[in-house]
């Protein structure tokens, strides 16, 4: 898997770089060796009987070829554009007939000409491009033909017992040839010249292995202590041991491929030797890095994360699963090495390998089986389950049917078929085992730096980065499946030139031409609005509104010119989307006719200002302060401090009572009601005085005091006053109130309470029956002192 990443690494940073070199060409295509490549490509496509390798080559030639046609493609550019706009500026040619001006014709002639010949280089380089791109399509096709047929292809079965002998027999004979080779070796008095010569580097390099190998793990171990006993609470301490925790697994295997290293510079290596040591390497690597993630998926530590919900015993199998997994792995490719350097016949590998392919469906059979568990015990958890146990769960059981599948298809002869689907499901898992480690500590790193320690897998910035993390797997997981590198690279060379859609070119770098002047007009337009709210506008007239109005259109303009500049620097032609757009109006009329509703009432308001930030309305029931007005609603905080969203529109088409609409100034009512027989005037007097002595009561105009009428129980006054603030009402009714009670005790005025005088119309009647009644109430009482019925009988 590490190499698959690397040689995609290798694609990606050939195709990135293929667009420039090919641009730097001066020269230009050699067309003469491009006619005689492309003729000899098409017989042999013709043909077919070219092998693989050849056909990758023989590709790889024309890609080139297709890199300078693109290249090409824009010769003379800049000329034909102002040979073009010169014709156009000559007006068109009279289709009436009439004769044109011959210096207008001769020059239009003249233009014409140079255009063609501007134009002969471009247009060969673009038809030769068609050529490549046809060939590479043709090659790229019989390729993948070939591949699905190896799948299909029924080879000689490795559970045959005929076949058996001679798999043996290479085996052994291999083991011969091998300790022959290096008898002979070690009985050469060369090599044991050299041996002696180099004995030092050789006794160093064995010191460097045995002591990594052997206490390397402890050493590290140790200094894991310390970090893991805050494992839980730290973020800091979990990256610690996350980067301990890959020295630790590493020793060892730099500690293996020390010793892989003091036997090669021993001397005492062959050819066959050779291969082994060439393959150790990749072996300790690939082990160490089975174990290690094995150890991060099932975790052997009570403080470390646990992804999978399963028991300690099903943990500790399935680290000795993924460790076990690893070894065959590496195994698999030292004996597809040996088996490729000796020339082992077909029936004879795969007799050999059958033994590591039945190992390696059981192990992956059983990590199959672990997911499966997880999402079952997750799943009696959860009610419903989440998308997160479902898809385990899908993953565990794919995995489980491919670790059966596999060896079963392989035994019976497909043995094509069930490697490719054996072996590619391991390296996914491990895959997808390493984003899910790799997605932790980016929550690791997110909390070291922001000093958080909890939620740090729901934070957004790490759930973003995993995003991309799973984003830029997806070319890995395509390796692994059997695309071709030529193929990967195509695909990321076509994603940088970008395509066309509907008459507009997308790339990636319009979009990013996009985004940095979208963000820069975005930053802009907050910056000025900030000016104009803190700097400009508090030195104008503008009330608070006005201001505020100011501010929000600004916004909306500037938001509005940055995204115009925006798709116009990223070059996207706005008029090859006006259909589109005019489609999209007629849908927003009808299906969207409510949110065009708000949206225009809310920029009415914004111009108009009917209503602004700060008013006191009533609109219906609702009444409180308006907070915020925006493009589509407008939020109102009444008095118990909830908030209101009401719809622009409602208050453009309904009636609104704006208490604050050009001034504060209000009228505030307190009503005032005295007994019967009272000196109207005298309360009136007092009245007057108490709404005058407030100091938020106008005397311009001044206050009334109306005699309203004689009540069921009050003659009923209101004081009628106009305050210089309408906010302070209800605190201005409560001070008048008591001011008034305290007057009218002082002189004397009762303030009335109702009283209803209750007439009986049958007195007799209820005389009877409260008679009647008490007689009973008597009669229960001897019943209850009397003795039980016992003793009366």
């Not at 509907?502 to 979208?518: K, N, Y």
């Amino acid at each position: 898997m590490i190499r698959r990443f690397l040689v995609l690494c290798l694609v990606v940073l050939t195709a990135l770089t293929a667009p420039v070199w090919a641009q730097d060409t001066s020269l230009g295509p050699d067309y003469d060796q491009w006619t005689q490549l492309a003729d000899r490509a098409e017989g042999v496509i013709d043909a077919e009987r070219a092998s693989d390798p050849a056909f990758e080559t023989l590709r790889a030639q024309i890609a080139e070829y297709r890199e300078q046609f693109r290249a090409a493609t824009g010769t003379n550019a800049a000329r034909i554009e102002t040979l073009r706009a010169q014709i156009v500026a000559l007006g068109p040619v009279p289709e009436d007939g009439s004769p044109e001006p011959d210096a207008i014709s001769s020059q239009r002639t003249d233009l014409g000409a140079r255009l063609a010949e501007a134009e002969a280089p471009g247009r060969r380089a673009e038809a030769e491009l068609r050529r490549a791109q046809g060939l590479i399509g043709e090659i790229d096709r019989l390729l993948a033909s070939r591949q699905a047929g190896a799948l299909l292809t029924l080879q000689p079965s490795p559970i045959n017992p005929a076949n058996w002998p001679g798999a043996i027999t290479a085996v052994f004979s291999y083991l011969n040839s091998l300790a022959n080779e290096n008898l002979r070796l070690w009985s050469s008095p060369i090599y044991q010249e050299e041996f002696s010569e180099n004995l030092p580097l050789v006794l160093l390099y064995l010191l460097v292995g045995m002591v990594l190998i052997l206490r390397g793990w402890r050493w590290v171990g140790r200094m894991m202590r310390g970090p893991v006993e805050q494992e839980e609470s730290s973020p800091t301490a979990r990256l610690s041991v996350f980067f301990l925790s890959i020295a630790q697994h590493g020793l060892p295997a730099l500690g293996v491929i020390a010793l892989a290293q003091a036997v090669e510079e021993s001397s005492f290596v062959g050819l066959r030797g050779s291969v082994i040591l060439a393959a150790i390497p990749q072996i300790a690597i690939t082990v160490a890095a089975a174990i290690w993630i094995g150890r991060q998926v099932f975790p052997a530590r009570e403080t470390a994360a646990r992804p999978l919900n399963l028991p300690e015993v099903k943990l500790a199998r399935g680290r000795r699963a993924a460790g076990w997994l690893g070894l065959l792995m590496g195994v698999s490719q030292l004996v597809d090495a040996i088996a490729e350097s000796e020339g082992f016949q077909p029936a004879e590998r795969l007799v050999i390998f059958f033994p590591l392919v039945i190992l390696t469906g059981l192990f992956l059979a059983r990590l199959g089986r672990f997911l499966v568990l997880h999402a079952k015990a997750q799943s009696d958890l959860e009610d419903p389950a989440s998308l997160r146990t479902r898809v385990f769960g899908l993953i565990g059981r794919a995995v489980l049917l491919l670790g059966f599948a596999g060896p079963v298809l392989a035994g019976v002869g497909y043995f094509t078929a069930g490697s490719s689907f054996l072996f590619p499901a391991v390296l996914s898992l491990s895959l997808l085992a390493l984003l899910g480690v790799l997605q932790r500590l980016v929550a690791n790193v997110y909390g070291a730096f922001t000093g958080r320690q909890d939620g740090l897998d729901e934070a957004l910035t790490p759930t973003l980065i995993g995003f991309l993390l799973t984003l830029a797997s997806v070319p890995v997981f395509a390796l692994i499946w059997g695309m071709r590198q030529a193929q990967l690279a195509d695909l990321w060379e076509q994603l940088i030139l970008g395509f066309d859609l509907g008459g507009v070119h997308i790339s990636p770098r319009s979009f990013l031409s996009f985004a940095i002047v979208f963000v820069v007009g975005y930053t802009a337009t907050r910056l000025i609005q900030s000016t104009l709210r803190n700097s400009v506008l508090p030195k104008t007239k503008l009330d608070a509104g006005g201001r505020n109005a100011v501010v929000t259109g600004t916004g909306y303009v500037g938001i509005f010119l940055a995204a115009l500049v925006a798709i116009t620097v990223a070059g996207i032609d706005l008029s090859s989307i006006a259909i589109v757009a005019g489609a999209l109006s007629v849908g927003i009329g009808f299906g969207l006719q409510a949110i065009v509703s708000n949206f225009v009432s809310g920029i009415i308001l914004l111009v108009e200002r009917p209503i602004k930030e700060g008013d006191w309305i009533q609109i219906g029931a609702t009444a409180g302060y308006v907070r915020e007005i925006s493009v589509r609603s407008t939020r109102i905080e009444t008095f118990d401090r909830s908030d209101v969203i009401v719809p622009n529109a409602d208050l453009i088409s309904g009636v609104v009572t704006n208490m604050t609409h050009h001034n504060a100034t209000g009228r505030v009512i307190v009503p005032v009601g005295v007994a019967y027989g009272t000196d109207t005037r005298q309360v009136e007097t007092i009245l007057k005085e108490v709404a005058e002595a407030h100091p938020m009561v106008l005397l311009t105009p001044p206050p009334n005091v109306i005699f309203q009428g004689f009540g069921a129980d009050s003659l009923n006054f209101e004081i009628r006053a106009i305050l210089r603030d309408v906010n302070w009402m209800l605190s201005v009714k409560s001070d008048m109130n008591h001011e008034i009670a305290k007057r009218f005790a002082e002189a004397g005025i009762e303030i009335p309470f109702a009283q209803r005088d209750i007439w009986i119309r049958n007195p007799d009647a209820l005389k009877t029956t409260t008679a009647l009644t008490g007689a009973e109430t008597e009669d229960d009482g001897d019943d209850t002192d009397a003795p039980p019925q016992e003793e009366q009988t």
